[in-house]
């Protein structure tokens, strides 16, 4: 297995797919789709484009779908939801199908969605995420994050790191074998840095600050929790991401 960490879409070989993408956006849009499944949603279909995702999701009943809408870090007007996992209880969740469009993690995941797997990640189910590669060992993975609006985002970086550091802890493979490209020593370094204060890390991205403007506190603790959800969401159809059943 060789990880490779690409730290914004945009940064990506245009020539090739992995067998593995990853992508990542930690605030908020991985962290929200990985609350959505584990909370008893049906699936999480992602859109760049609003108008697309409002006529494509008219095709569901009311009771059956949920539209999720937003752009820098406000929710949309008219949609039922804007970003925040905190929203995604099972009461309003479970059963429904999530229509989301978010400013910067729906364009991750349509970069790498021609890859044979497709995951996403956040910190709150890294530990999913790393036991799905332990199991199928992956020829090549990318791990990519979402940035911000194409240029670069520790909260997305650091989390990149965590599945890096944990892969290489489980195996015998020596960081000089598994890493593909420098940023992985980089992700790791990062995570390992501020590992045991996220938060705060948070608090200094541009990212992290952007949301506290908009009085996301809750979120940002929420996102910066490891660990805490057993669910691993996985591309069923190009854009389509469902509830990974072990086998």
């Known amino acids: 297995m060789k990880l490779f960490v690409y730290h914004t879409p945009e940064l990506t070989p ?13 605030l908020r849009a991985t962290t929200t789709m990985a609350t959505v499944l584990a909370s008893g949603g049906e699936a999480v279909q992602v859109f760049s484009d609003l108008d697309q995702l409002i006529q494509q999701s008219e095709s569901w009943p009311d009771e059956k779908r949920l539209r999720a809408g937003e752009r820098g870090g406000a ?28 400013t910067n993690g729906t364009r991750a995941l349509q970069r790498v969605q021609d890859a044979k797997i497709v995951l996403t990640a956040a910190f709150t189910n890294r530990a999913a995420v790393v036991r799905y590669l332990l199991e199928k060992q992956p020829e090549t993975v990318w791990i990519v994050g979402s940035g911000w609006e194409g240029s670069f985002s520790l ?13 290489v802890q489980q195996t015998n493979l020596s960081l000089d074998e598994l890493a593909g490209n420098d940023e992985v020593i980089s992700a790791i ?6 590992q045991d204060n996220l938060l ?24 910066s929790q ?22």
């Open 155 to 167: 909260e997305d970086t650091a989390c990149a790191g965590a599945i890096a550091h944990s892969v």
């Open 189 to 194: 370094a990062l995570y390992c840095q501020w």
């Open 14 to 26: 245009t020539d090739n797919v992995p067998e593995c993408a990853i992508a990542v956006d930690v």
């Open 200 to 223: 705060e890390l948070f608090h200094h991205a541009s990212h992290g600050k952007r949301l506290l403007r908009l009085d996301c506190l809750e979120d940002l603790k929420y996102c």
């Open 226 to 247: 490891i660990d805490i959800l057993d669910v691993l969401p996985i591309q069923q159809e190009p854009g389509v991401l469902k509830k990974h059943i072990s086998s």
């Open 75 to 102: 929710k949309v007007p008219g949609f039922d939801l804007g970003n925040s996992p905190l929203d995604c209880t099972p009461e309003i969740v479970e059963g429904r199908r999530l229509f989301i469009s978010t």
